[in-house]
């Protein structure tokens, strides 16, 4: 069964950085693309960034460019993301999700990541 565990989230002042990570267990993890998406009240769920299975090729959403790194350590099955300058309008849930290839074909698109962990909160107070 595949577990993908956050931690990491919290309560930051505008202008912070917090750092998210991912813990995946139940599948060869190396061999999948990896992503975060985030969803806020009353919002759809949106991507925000991706990796494929070695690390070489990474996708950000134009909100978060600039602001956001996504990484992955395939020894020790994490994937992170550090997130700086951080902005009121990024306070939302944040998923971690194993996409169902080694390179995404489409990040943004949902259906295309078929294992989701449970969601860390991260609230950016102004």
């Known amino acids: 069964q595949v577990k993908l565990v956050e931690s990491g989230g919290g309560l930051v002042q505008a202008g912070g950085s917090l750092r998210l990570s991912c813990a995946a267990s139940?599948?060869?993890?190396?061999?999948?693309?990896m992503g975060w998406f985030r969803q806020a009240p009353g919002k759809e769920r949106e991507f925000v960034a991706a990796?494929?299975?070695?690390?070489?090729?990474?996708y950000y959403a134009d909100s978060v460019k600039g602001r956001f790194t996504i990484s992955r350590d395939n020894a020790k099955n994490t994937v992170n993301l550090q997130m700086n300058s951080l902005k009121p309008e990024d306070t939302a849930v944040y998923y971690c999700?194993?996409?169902?290839?080694?390179?995404?074909?489409?990040?943004?698109?949902?259906?295309?990541?078929?294992?989701w962990g449970q969601g860390t909160q991260v609230t950016v107070s102004s």
């Open positions: 999700a194993s996409n169902s290839y080694a390179t995404p074909i489409r990040p943004g698109w949902v259906p295309e990541w078929d294992y």
């Open positions: 139940g599948r060869t993890y190396s061999r999948y693309a």
């Open positions: 990796i494929s299975w070695n690390g070489g090729s990474t």
